[in-house]
């Protein structure tokens, strides 16, 4: 500790606008600066998506070609396929979409945008990070240990997930169910930060109706975790219990009730898709409303309708449990309220088509990107109305429907979002602007085969093809040759995506060391993280800005240029 | 303006909550599908010593609020009391609860004794585990008022963890215990 070199002066890392060099220790590992934590979350959700890319390539090469020595894994077994696809789901969610989404665009542009210097609680963020860090690593731990990774799928349904002697993974489940845990209480400390500080620490003039959607979405997608989180937890306990020691709370032959862990898991689990749903429809807003150069059509409308979303979205869970012998007539209620969210939702992209309407449209990547999640999450949307209505979902049931579906959804979100926000933030986030070319190239080596896995699996389900299984020689009605077909087209597609993904490394890499210098504002936005400079400096601002006006307003008449940044007085 | 820590720690309370919202659900819904409840065979919960002593419990929360009045009259040389009766009455209520624990156990309600045993246990437990992180709070504020640095935000942040941690008592003991 004495040998680093770190100034004597106390709460160093409180005093923006010192100007000593801090160590590197201090700069990059144990910062509380928000917009390096920021860093820390994208690049371990980054490392992660890779980790949960290659699983998909692993377990659809043996979907496609049965027993093949999968090139880099080897042999894929029954039990590392239940274990790759039950971690590729959890990875996908609570490691990369999760902490991309939510922690780090949350980190880094709450702040920013709201006009503030950090956080208001720097150190619960670095705590919140190192958290996240410990979770990630012992779920990746849990692959080494006896009788390897947690295979009981990302929904972990007891009884298969409750004992040893189903689940095989003695040690595996649980080490699986305690990093979920632990990244929980990450979220937990995070999303506390990012309300608070949103709420309490906005710059002065800056009103609620002033706040951009992005941080009004991730803020509300915190409050929504927040909200539906305890209950899983207490599920979580629930089941650690019931592996380890022994108690029999989901276990029917013991007087335990295993639908409930159903409601528990799924009263979080809904909502959990709203949560990372939002700060990606809220990126997409900034982006659409900057590059049509207008402004967002109805921006009370979408604050609104984002908050009856949230609310409806804790009262749709069942509807992943119509075949698992809930009544029929809270079947009905669930069918309803369930059709009734695709209101707002479908309201929401009716806004964003109205702000492109007339609008003097530039199709720059992060644009595509933009574009892009509109049309994808469309289709997302559309299925989910089968599944909802619990008289098609009693076939569609844990068909490729439903996978096809969620991807939908999730792909635009995870993936998408992730890849839109970063394109367009990227010049402030490292000071130099990103390849438009190469990046266009890799907009369109994602989207195109994107859509040649998904929707043949549309029709895979729809003939029938169950989900998590192995090898489907076995069932001869499920491996017709047509059959058989459409999943290698399926895994050729995705081959094809995982490559362009390479496009992608290259050009943020070198973009990084010697793309063209970013200006403070090089897309002319109007927000308040474009008024100062790229990168911002530690503290952000020399001096705090001042804001006087909405975000969005853009090719306002009778102005010489078509935006009027949130910081000028006229 | 609600001081930072106040804020936050509200966030929390609502988190906290919910979790015992799904904690008692659950609880409801094994109950509900048990043939007969209490299960048979399981000695009989101490529904009276565990009343008084959520008396306690509700004493230490209300010299809390005694405290939260002086503070927000500046008063802090007439706080101290008040704070140190709510920190130990709140340090009693956990201690018997522990030695509850302990006579129980050795009537046989074991955690894996019945489903009823689990949830108490559980329930109960997870109780605990708040109700001592936020008498470390009020200790913690404690010292700092003696020491004369109490922030708002601090006081606040730990005043709402044991409000909190008093307030859902009564309903865990109305479900678990009666």
């Known amino acids: ?570 | 303006m609600i001081p930072n820590g106040l804020f936050g720690m509200a966030i929390f309370v609502i988190a906290e909550l919910m979790l015992f919202a799904g904690l008692i659900s659950a609880f409801f819904i094994v109950k509900a599908g048990a043939p007969s409840w209490p299960p048979m065979g399981q000695p009989r919960l101490p529904i009276e010593a565990t009343a008084l002593n959520s008396l306690v419990l509700l004493a230490s929360g209300f010299f809390l609020f005694r405290a939260h009045r002086a503070f927000h009259r500046g008063d802090r040389d007439g706080m101290r009391r008040p704070m140190w009766l709510a920190l130990a009455l709140g340090s009693f209520f956990v201690i018997f609860q522990g030695s509850e624990w302990v006579a129980l156990l050795g009537q046989g309600l074991t955690l894996t004794s019945s489903s009823l045993g689990s949830f108490f246990y559980l329930v109960v437990g997870i109780h605990g585990i708040h109700a001592a992180a936020a008498l470390v709070l009020l200790a913690i504020a404690t010292a700092r008022l003696r020491r004369g640095f109490l922030s708002p935000s601090f006081f606040g942040a730990a005043e709402a963890l044991w409000f909190f941690v008093v307030a859902v008592w009564p309903v865990l003991y109305v479900v678990v215990y009666l």
């Open chain 1, 1 to 570: 500790m004495a040998e680093s070199i770190p100034s004597d002066a106390p709460a160093v890392a409180d005093d923006h606008h010192g100007h000593e060099e801090p160590s590197f220790w201090s700069k990059y590992v144990f910062s509380t600066d928000h917009k390096m934590i920021a860093m820390q979350y994208m690049f371990t959700g980054m490392a992660m998506a890779v980790i949960g890319g290659f699983m998909a390539y692993a377990f659809r090469l043996q979907l496609a070609f049965p027993g093949i020595e999968v090139p880099g894994f080897g042999i894929v077994t029954p039990a590392n396929y239940n274990a790759l696809v039950t971690n590729h789901g959890a990875i996908m969610i609570f490691w990369v979409a999760m902490p991309v989404l939510i922690a780090a665009f949350g980190n880094y542009l709450i702040p920013l945008m709201c006009g503030c210097d950090d956080m208001v609680f720097p150190k619960l963020n670095r705590l919140s990070y190192q958290i996240f860090l410990l979770s990630a690593l012992v779920l990746l731990s849990s692959f080494f240990v006896e009788g390897g990774g947690f295979g009981g799928g990302w929904t972990a349904y007891p009884p298969l997930s409750a004992k040893a002697e189903y689940s095989l993974t003695p040690l595996g489940s649980s080490i699986w169910l305690g990093a979920v845990a632990l990244e929980f209480v990450a979220f937990l400390i995070g999303g506390i930060n990012f309300i608070t500080t949103a709420m309490n620490s906005r710059a002065p003039g800056m009103k609620l109706y002033d706040i951009p959607i992005v941080i009004w979405m991730i803020v509300i997608a915190s409050i929504l975790f927040l909200v539906s989180v305890g209950p899983l937890i207490a599920g979580a306990i629930m089941l650690i219990f019931d592996q380890q020691l022994g108690t029999a709370f989901f276990d029917p032959a013991r007087g335990g009730d295993p639908v409930l862990w159903q409601h528990l898991f799924w009263f979080f689990g809904h909502p959990e898709v709203y949560v990372v749903l939002l700060p990606a429809l809220g990126i997409t807003a900034e982006i659409i409303t900057v590059f049509a150069r207008k402004k967002l059509f109805g921006y009370k409308t979408v604050l609104h309708t984002t908050i009856a979303t949230g609310v409806l979205s804790f009262t749709v869970w069942a509807h992943h449990q119509f075949i698992s012998g809930v009544d029929p007539r809270m079947a009905h209620v669930f069918t309803l309220t369930t059709l009734l969210i695709s209101v707002p939702i479908a309201e929401m992209m009716f806004v964003y088509i109205a702000t492109l309407y007339g609008g003097s449209i530039r199709l720059t990547t992060p644009m595509l990107w933009g574009l892009s999640f509109i049309a994808e999450f469309l289709i997302g949307g559309v299925t989910g109305i089968f599944l909802g209505a619990s008289g098609s979902d009693i076939y569609f049931h844990d068909t490729y429907f439903v996978l096809a579906h969620f991807h939908y959804t999730f792909f635009p979100i995870a993936i998408i979002g992730t890849f839109a926000g970063l394109t367009f933030w990227f010049p402030k986030m490292f000071g130099r602007m990103m390849n438009d070319r190469l990046g266009k190239i890799h907009f369109w080596g994602t989207i195109i085969p994107f859509n040649f896995i998904f929707i043949p699996l549309f029709v895979l389900g729809m003939g029938g093809q169950h989900r998590r299984i192995f090898d489907y020689s076995n069932f001869p009605e499920l491996s017709q040759p047509w059959m058989q077909d459409i999943r290698i087209l399926a895994t050729s597609a995705l081959l094809i995506m995982l490559g362009f993904q390479i496009v992608f490394f290259y050009n943020f890499i070198v973009s990084l060391r010697r793309g063209e210098k970013a200006s403070k504002n090089p897309w002319k936005s109007n927000t308040l993280e474009w008024t100062t400079d790229s990168p911002p400096p530690h503290g952000n601002w020399k001096e705090l800005p001042t804001v006087y006006r909405g975000p969005y307003e853009y090719s306002v008449p009778g102005r010489d240029e078509d935006y009027w940044p949130q910081d000028q007085p006229n």
